[in-house]
């Protein structure tokens, strides 16, 4: 039979070099990070865009690519609010002048992070081709203030989730996230 004693140390106990890989070797570990990392600014998000009227039903990043950002389930589930949110309130006092409403019924965001929008007017069945043309026009004039909206909200949320990882991969957090779960290491900086 044989005995081996092994030294076996707090990341605070290491040494400068040994330090350097403890942490290199985390920030490497396939489990450091696992997907539930950014709950809390995913939710967020979503609080925020159901504020200003938007019901998100999913949508898709990656953050290895800044074109991977997708969001095809957007539905606007309060016009009002919506509308007063992007500065739009003409379009509600047409809407009362007119006894009709906007109904936006497609918003979304493609891979290249531009947005898509489909709206139209209630009761357009009766008016005249001019009208139409009138129409087409107010369209145009809602859908190009709603594209970079919803445009810059997704490149806000993507800038925090980015600044978020970019935090969580750096020497600091992993050095606080080693010391405050008492892990240990070999002397060589290794996992115990």
């Known amino acids: ?30 489990f450091y990070l696992d ?36 969001a095809d389930e957007l539905e606007v589930v309060d016009t009002q609010k919506f509308l007063k949110r992007i ?11 007119r006894k009709e409403k906007t109904l936006i019924y497609h918003i979304s965001l493609s891979e290249y992070g531009e947005a898509e929008v ?10 005249s081709d001019k009208e139409h043309e009138e129409r087409a026009k107010e369209r145009d004039e809602i859908e190009n203030n709603i594209k970079p909206f919803i445009e ?3 490149s806000e949320f993507y800038s925090k989730l980015y600044k978020d990882y970019d935090y969580l991969l ?13 892990c240990e290491f070999n002397k060589d900086g290794s996992r115990y």
């Not at 500065?87 to 002048?97: A, I, P, Q, T, Y």
């Not at 750096?170 to 008492?182: F, K, P, T």
């Open 1 to 30: 039979m044989r005995t081996q004693q092994i030294q076996i140390y707090k990341f605070n106990e290491l040494g400068k070099e040994e330090k350097e890989t403890a942490i290199e070797n985390e920030r490497t570990n396939e």
């Open 35 to 70: 997907y539930e990392w950014f709950d809390y600014l995913h939710k967020d998000f979503i609080e925020e865009l159901n504020k200003i009227g938007v019901n998100c039903k999913g949508f898709f990043w990656d953050l290895y690519s800044s074109r991977d950002f997708k």
């Open 87 to 97: 500065g739009l309130n003409k379009w509600l006092v047409m809407n009362g002048l």
């Open 118 to 127: 489909e709206i139209d007017f209630e009761n357009e069945d009766n008016i």
């Open 152 to 154: 810059s909200k997704f």
């Open 170 to 182: 750096s020497d600091e957090a992993i050095r606080e996230n080693l010391e405050n779960n008492d």
